[in-house]
T-cell receptor
Framework: GNSVTQMEGPVTLSEEAFLTINCTYTATGYPSLFWYVQYPGEGLQLLLKATKADDKGSNKGFEATYRKETTSFHLEKGSVQVSDSAVYFCALLYSGGGADGLTFGKGTHLIIQP | GAGVSQSPSNKVTEKGKDVELRCDPISGHTALYWYRQSLGQGLEFLIYFQGNSAPDKSGLPSDRFSAERTGGSVSTLTIQRTQQEDSAVYLC???????????FGPGTRLTVL
């Protein structure tokens, strides 16, 4: 079946540090890949997405590139801010027939210290 | 425009009671999804509607869970004879069409005492 593996936290960084959150997946076919973010007390929000190999999704200074050869979709940001503190979820959507629901990783809790 | 809304935001119930959770998707979105978020299991997909029909109900945790959608809009998730392990945040999402980006509601936090 489909699965997503991501580093679990908490990950603690200082403001302006470089961020990488690793995400790898297992899927049949060619899924779409997503990063969702959940800020404290808020609902899940789409951060970025990529729908095919070598696509790069980007938003709010975050980037992730769909790497089919390594089945990865790592999230990066060059300089994090305190306001980036949140839980980040990597997810895939495989629409090859069936339920069509997102498969999520366990989430990575990111804490940015001033 | 308005996002996905869910009600109630919080529900506390006693073990053995039935509960009904409601989801109002974004207007015009034909696809609707239910997920469950719990500490032990993370985010789990439960069921998906395209229009009023659910092609695959195998993601529902047990036969105590059921869902329906009427008029291609509002959906309700019903849990019968609630158990303590049903305690979780139940999330609803909608998308313009099958396979499109899903937008999530704020969730209903269910606590079964």
């Amino acid at each position: 079946g489909n699965s997503v593996t991501q580093m679990e936290g908490p990950v603690t960084l200082s403001e302006e540090a470089f961020l990488t959150i690793n995400c790898t997946y297992t899927a049949t076919g060619y899924p779409s890949l997503f990063w969702y973010v959940q800020y404290p007390g808020e609902g899940l929000q789409l951060l970025l997405k990529a729908t095919k190999a070598d696509d790069k999704g980007s938003n709010k200074g975050f980037e992730a590139t769909y790497r089919k050869e390594t089945t990865s979709f790592h999230l990066e940001k060059g300089s994090v801010q305190v306001s980036d503190s949140a839980v980040y979820f990597c997810a895939l959507l495989y629409s090859g027939g069936g339920a069509d629901g997102l498969t999520f990783g366990k989430g990575t809790h990111l804490i940015i210290q001033p | 425009g308005a996002g996905v809304s869910q009600s109630p935001s919080n529900k506390v119930t006693e073990k053995g009671k039935d509960v009904e959770l409601r989801c109002d998707p974004i207007s015009g979105h034909t696809a609707l999804y239910w997920y469950r978020q719990s500490l032990g299991q993370g985010l789990e997909f439960l069921i998906y509607f395209q229009g009023n029909s659910a092609p695959d109900k195998s993601g529902l945790p047990s036969d105590r869970f059921s869902a329906e959608r009427t008029g291609g809009s509002v959906s309700t998730l019903t849990i019968q004879r609630t158990q303590q392990e049903d305690s979780a945040v139940y999330l609803c999402a909608s998308s313009l069409a099958q396979g499109d980006t899903q937008y999530f509601g704020p969730g209903t936090r269910l606590t079964v005492l």
